[in-house]
């Protein structure tokens, strides 16, 4: 199977979005904010069709919308405190709606439209990889680097602003990663299976994680194998990819909750004492 | 010597109103009380003094040679620390530590010192034997109490504590009042704390400020300060455990 060149690149570009996404679709859970994948990949599309009409490569069409538009959803955010929700209802239909008018423009954009509607990862463009790897570097710096005061943001805004984290520069870089990500992540499983690549992996680890590393590694690991597995599960039955690596990422989290439901059951069974990883000695440091 | 000046401030989240002409001053080394029933905008007036919110009209002073010209250190315990997102995945050593972040910047290694810090912090409140406990585990007054402690590993200038004892029992607030008042007399902290247990917290104040409901043309805050009766011996270094 690897010996594909298309198949190597498909690894490739897996195995890079597979290290940053799992890590933001986290920080979007706890943040409230995971419908925000949802909505920068509807606007992305609006990009990628302004793109193709004007001449520019629709990949970085997609990109520049997202970013865009991620910053335009932290604008509005300030103005839709007590409802967080409708800054990203706002721009989901805004986004959506503007990429079918423009898609009614050209009439070669609607074929092309499938491989960003379900994913391409098989056909990954050289363009497409260079943007997968760009935002994956500038994701894992950034994440790495700015590790202590995002944990302090996510936990509490008010609180992290009165220790001196600088919430607001912090919250614009946080949504034009977002914006990169999502645009990164469209080639690999579509712009309608997006936010399974971000939002999946974290919804497990969140649930079986001790501390809050062990949760973004952990998610991370799932990522990958959902992302690896569902590339081999589709090469060998000839499936979507990108359909497929979302529906093994589901039924990892199906299989982790059904796990620890059994696992809670046995323990109330057998009144055992407590031995789950809180109890293990060692702390974690952010 | 005063810390910080609140001069006729008027504020509103909408097109009215809802801080009408307050005037406060915090002064070094208070334990200052704010009450006043619900809807008297108090938790409001706390983010004015913090900078959270601009005022419509009105200042808003920090006297910056109270702290040598320096930046103060705030710790904050906010009204809805009780409400965490239970699935938040942090034990509570995890979180205290976070409080350290602002002293050892972002690469900078948990030293010995900053070990202690957390680890006093921790016995303060009584909960160093559920450090390793994760935080959506917690009741409502532990929650309350973790929130404190990550206040106090910072060494702060200034705490200001919205509401801090929700969800706590008797014996958890009068330690909290107790540890507070120790916060002030040995460590020089100045701490402003909203509360609705006066009677409880009232012995332990330097200073109590009512707001009252807004009516228009008149300034909210009452023009009288009820005085503490300060009991001599109170010492609450540390938090029993329950």
């Known amino acids: 199977m690897l010996a594909y060149e298309f198949m190597q690149r498909a690894f490739l570009a897996g195995a890079l979005i597979g290290l940053v996404a799992p890590v933001l679709g986290v920080y979007l859970m706890l943040r409230r904010q995971v419908l925000m994948a949802d909505t920068l990949s509807h606007v992305s599309l609006a990009g990628v069709a302004a793109g193709s009409l004007l001449g520019v490569n629709p990949s970085i069409g997609g990109f520049v919308a997202a970013v865009a538009a991620a910053l335009l959803i932290e604008r509005l955010r300030g103005l839709y405190r007590t409802y967080a929700e409708v800054p990203v209802a706002i721009m989901m239909t805004g986004g959506l709606a503007t990429a079918v008018v423009l898609m009614s423009f050209g009439r070669t954009l609607s074929q092309s439209f499938s491989s960003y509607l379900f994913g391409s990862i098989v056909a990954v463009s050289s363009t497409q990889l260079w943007l997968i790897g760009g935002a994956t570097v500038l994701g894992l710096i950034f994440f790495i680097v ?45 712009v309608l299976l997006v936010s399974a690549l971000l939002v999946l992996p974290a919804a497990l680890a969140l649930r079986i994680a001790g501390g809050f590393l062990s949760a973004v590694i952990g998610a991370v690991g799932i990522g990958l194998a959902g992302i690896f597995s569902g590339l081999t599960v589709s090469y060998v039955g000839n499936t979507p990819p990108g359909g497929t690596i979302a529906l093994i990422l589901l039924l990892f989290l199906l299989l982790g909750m059904a796990l620890q439901k059994l696992r809670l059951l046995w323990k109330r069974k057998n009144h055992e004492p407590d031995k789950s990883p809180k109890r293990k000695e060692g702390i974690e440091s952010i | 010597m005063i810390l910080s000046s609140m001069r006729d401030v008027v504020f509103g989240y909408a097109d009215e109103p809802v801080v009408h002409q307050v005037s406060l001053d915090v002064h070094k080394g208070e334990f200052l009380g704010i009450t006043g029933p619900n ?78 810090l957390v680890r006093d912090s ?3 409140v009584g909960m160093w034997e559920l450090r390793r406990r994760r935080i959506g585990e917690l009741s409502g007054g532990q929650k309350q109490r973790v929130c404190i402690a990550r206040a106090l590993v ?65 300034p909210q805050i009452a023009p009288d300060m009820i005085p503490s009766e300060l009991q001599p011996g109170l010492s609450g270094d540390r938090w029993e455990m329950e």
């Open chain 1, 146 to 190: 700015f590790r202590r005061p995002l944990y302090t943001l996510t936990f509490d805004e008010e609180t992290a602003g009165i220790s001196g984290v600088p919430v607001k520069a912090l919250s614009i870089a946080f949504s034009v990663l977002t914006g990169m990500t999502v645009a990164a992540a469209m080639p690999v499983v579509g």
């Open chain 2, 39 to 116: 809807g008297t905008a108090k938790t409001t007036v706390l983010k004015l003094l913090l900078g959270l919110l601009k005022p419509w009209s009105g200042t808003v002073e920090l006297n910056k040679e109270a702290f040598g010209g320096g930046k103060p250190v705030i710790g904050y315990v906010p009204q809805h620390a009780a409400s965490f997102n239970g699935g938040f995945p942090s034990r509570v050593i995890e979180l205290v530590r976070s409080g350290c972040h602002s002293r050892v910047g972002l690469f900078g290694r948990f030293g010995l010192e900053e070990e202690r």
């Open chain 2, 122 to 124: 921790l016995e303060q």
């Open chain 2, 154 to 218: 910072q060494c702060p200038d200034v705490l200001i504590l919205d509401e801090p004892t929700t969800g706590m029992d008797v014996r958890s607030r009068t330690e909290l009042y107790r540890l507070m008042r120790h916060q002030v007399r040995h460590h020089g902290v100045t701490v402003v704390m909203v509360t609705h247990g006066l009677e409880e917290a009232g012995r332990y104040l330097d200073r109590v400020v009512t707001l009252e409901r807004l009516e228009a043309e008149h």
